[in-house]
C-alpha cells in the first residue's frame, strides 16, 4: 500500500511527497484510517516503526478539515505529550514538516529553559502543543494554557514518562482536558500497571502491535565485546581507529565518564560532545544539531537520547555500558540502521554486566555474536554466567486488569459508524488515576 490510498489530502500528501514518503510503515498503514475515523489507538511498537508520522499526519488532517468546513473552534486543539526534551523537539520538527502547507501552527515546551522565551507567538493561537510533562504542569499553574477545548490527546512514549516520574503531571493534565476526547495511546511495553492505566482512559480502542516482543531489525549488525571495565576506553579508541565510523552515539551511564570520555577524543583530535541532564539546554539542541549536521563524529550521551530521536544515517550505536534495563537496549540500538539503512550496534560487556547481556538476549530471543579477535580480550570465563530462567507465573485471573475490548488489527477499511463512537473516559475529577511511582496503589485488604 502506498500513501496515496490513506486518503490523504493534498497539502499532507505533497509534504510527504518532498521527504520521500511512498510507503507507509505497518503502523502507519493500521493507525492512519483508525484515528481519521476518530477512534481511540492502544499502540504497542517499538523504536524505529515510524510511529510519530503515524499519529501526527492524521490530527494535522483532521485539525486542517475542520478549519476548511469553517468550524469555529477554540485552541489548542491537540496536545502531544512526550517524556523528553529532545523527543519533544523532534515530535514538533515533524508536525511542522509534515504540515508545512496547511497553514495550521505547531509549538514545543519544555523544561531548561524559561517559559517566557517559549511564549513568542503562544497569543496568535497555537492548534497542536507538543509538551513533556512537567512543563505543560508549570504553564497550567500559571494559568499560561487552557486545555478546555483539546480534541485530541496523544501520550508518545507514556511507559518512558512512567519511569521519569511524571505520573502525578499526567494526572493533572487527564481532569483538566474534556472528558469526551479522542485519545492515542503508546507505549514501548505494557506491564499490568500500564495496561490499567490505559483502561481508564480510552474508549474501545484500536489496539496496534507491532513487533510484539522482539526486535526485527535485519539491517542492524549486532556485536559483543568482551573487555574488561578498565580497558573499554582503549578499545573504544582501538575501534574509532580501525573501524570506519562515520558517526555514532555512545551510550554511557555516568555523566561524568561522559564528560572525560569527550575530553580523551577531542585531545585527540576525533569531534565529539557529551549530551547529558547536566547540560544545558542550549547546549543539548547544538550538540543534537551538529550530529545531524555531520559537524560531530560522535556524540557520548545518557539515555537521554535513547528513545525515538530519528538521525539520518547514523552509522553506529556503542554501548560503552550495558544499559540498567534491557527493554533500553532496543531503544539504543534504534538509533542506527532507520528508514531501511544499514547500522551497527557494538556493545562492551564487563564480567559485572554479563547478567544484563543475558537478560537482553532472552527479551530479544537474540544471541549477540561474540567478537573474539580484539587486542583487549579478557580471559575471564564469562561463559560460567548462567542466563536468568523465564519467570512464567502468570498473573492470576482476579488480579489481572481489566482492558476494554481491543482489535488487533492488520488492515481493513473502517466501518462506517466509528466516527459516530461517543467516547467517555471513566475518570472522576477526583480520581488519582495512577501514583507518583507509576504503580498501582495497593488496595486495602477487606477486613
Not at 476518530?38 to 508520522?53: E, H, N, P, V, Y
Not at 538521525?311 to 539504543?332: A, F, G, K, M, Q
Request: proline share 5%; aromatic share 6%.
Amino acid at each position: 500500500m502506498s500513501f496515496e490510498k490513506l486518503n490523504l489530502i493534498e497539502p499532507i500528501k505533497r509534504s510527504l511527497a518532498e521527504e520521500g514518503y511512498v510507503i507507509p510503515t505497518p503502523i502507519q498503514e493500521q493507525a492512519i484510517p483508525y484515528i481519521l475515523k476518530g477512534r481511540d489507538i492502544l499502540g504497542c511498537s517499538q523504536t524505529g516503526t515510524g510511529k510519530t508520522a503515524a499519529f501526527a499526519v492524521p490530527i494535522l488532517q483532521m485539525l486542517y478539515q475542520q478549519r476548511l468546513d469553517g468550524e469555529a473552534r477554540q485552541l489548542p486543539r491537540a496536545l502531544i505529550l512526550s517524556p523528553t526534551r529532545e523527543l519533544t523537539i523532534q515530535i514538533n520538527e515533524s508536525f511542522n514538516t509534515y504540515g508545512k502547507y496547511t497553514g495550521l501552527k505547531c509549538a514545543a515546551f519544555f523544561g531548561g529553559i524559561k517559559i517566557n522565551s517559549q511564549m513568542q507567538g503562544f497569543s496568535k493561537g497555537i492548534d497542536v502543543v507538543v509538551a513533556t510533562p512537567g512543563r505543560l504542569s508549570d504553564m497550567m499553574n500559571q494559568g499560561i494554557i487552557n486545555l478546555e477545548n483539546i480534541q485530541i490527546l496523544v501520550l508518545d512514549e507514556a511507559d518512558k514518562m512512567f519511569d521519569l516520574g511524571f505520573a502525578q503531571n499526567l494526572n493533572m493534565v487527564l481532569q483538566a482536558v474534556p472528558k469526551e476526547i479522542q485519545t492515542l495511546f503508546f507505549s514501548a511495553s505494557m506491564p499490568p500497571d500500564m495496561a490499567q492505566f490505559a483502561s481508564n482512559i480510552l474508549t474501545l480502542p484500536v489496539r496496534i502491535d507491532v513487533a510484539p516482543g522482539t526486535f526485527n531489525a535485519p539491517k542492524i549488525k549486532q556485536a559483543v565485546y568482551f573487555v574488561r571495565q578498565e580497558d573499554k576506553t582503549n578499545l573504544l579508541l582501538h575501534l574509532i581507529d580501525e573501524e570506519e565510523i562515520e558517526s555514532a552515539i555512545i551510550f554511557i551511564n555516568d555523566k561524568k565518564e561522559a564528560d572525560k570520555l569527550v575530553t580523551i577524543f577531542n585531545q585527540r583530535g576525533i569531534r565529539a560532545r557529551a549530551l547529558h541532564g547536566k547540560k544545558s539546554q542550549f547546549n543539548r539542541e547544538d550538540a543534537l544539531k551538529k550530529l545531524k549536521e555531520k559537524k560531530l563524529q560522535i556524540l557520548v550521551s545518557t539515555d537521554v537520547l535513547s528513545r525515538g530521536i530519528d538521525i539520518d544515517l547514523l552509522s553506529h550505536v556503542i554501548n560503552y555500558d550495558l544499559p540498567r534495563e534491557p527493554e533500553t537496549y532496543l531503544h539504543r540500538i534504534g538509533r542506527t540502521g532507520r528508514a531501511g539503512a544499514n547500522g551497527f550496534a557494538l556493545s562492551f560487556c564487563n564480567k559485572n554486566e554479563m547478567r544484563m547481556l543475558a537478560k537482553i538476549e532472552e527479551l530479544n530471543d537474540f544471541r549477540i555474536p561474540v567478537i573474539a579477535n580484539h587486542p583487549f580480550i579478557t580471559n575471564e570465563h564469562y561463559t560460567d554466567v548462567q542466563k536468568p530462567k523465564k519467570n512464567k507465573q502468570k498473573v492470576p485471573e482476579e488480579e489481572a486488569p481489566m482492558l476494554p475490548t481491543f482489535t488487533n488489527v492488520e488492515y481493513e477499511e473502517p466501518e462506517e459508524d466509528d466516527s459516530k463512537l461517543k467516547r467517555r473516559r471513566i475518570i472522576k475529577k477526583d480520581q488519582t488515576l495512577i501514583s507518583q511511582t507509576g504503580r498501582k496503589k495497593a488496595e486495602k485488604p477487606n477486613k
